[in-house]
């Protein structure tokens, strides 16, 4: 059973790709989130973090270990169980904002709704809130080729949060963007959690960024090295 506050539970999570020479992605991974965490997951290029965001998300299944959300091995869900819960409980951000260049910002938000059956007038309202929260009141209109980068991306962290996921993953939110409009990205979702209490997980090359965080699980070769409570840096 998970601990109380836990949110998600890996035990022995694995991922391996078989081969002459197997690769393995996630290793071994034990880890406890709970409720309201603002985490960074920090490591090299080709360390397993961006597979092990995969697992946790449930956009890949592992092929060894157990995922527990709330106390329930996800390895026991049907594929519908596994999309509903992904839809409605978790949001996703990620390095290319991925928005549907053909649809409005509000659009944009608003399609997990339309892709969950759940386009109701208090979505809506929520999506036009979120964007004002971001300061895109103005541009809910505009189509993703007339904002910029860092816009988008804002737009992108509004989706993620238009269902009132429990958790939402983001990996590498600021990759493409440069240090400043970064900055202003990373503590828009700081500020974010702060005030509707979402768990965050982070994937960043960004140490400067990570110090942000109230904790920094460091990956190396599919294995934690490190998992560190520490006090956020604000300036």
Partial sequence: MAQKGTLLQTIGLMKVYPGIQPVYAVNDINLTIRHG?????????GSGKSTLMNLLGLLDAPTGGRLEYLGTDTAQWK???RSDFRNNQIGFIFQAHLLLPEFTALENVLMPCRIGNNLTRERIERAKELLDRIGLGDRMEHLPKELSGGQNQ????ARALINTPQIVFADEPTGALDSKTGLAVYSLMREIHQAEGVTFIIVTHEPNLAERSDRIISILDGR??????????QT
Wanted: no cysteine; proline share 8%.
């Fill in 79 to 81: 594929e519908h169980q």
């Fill in 224 to 233: 934690v090295q490190s998992d560190t409570l520490r006090t956020p840096t």
């Fill in 37 to 45: 965490e603002f985490i960074s997951i920090i490591g090299p290029s």
């Fill in 154 to 157: 804002r737009v992108a962290i």
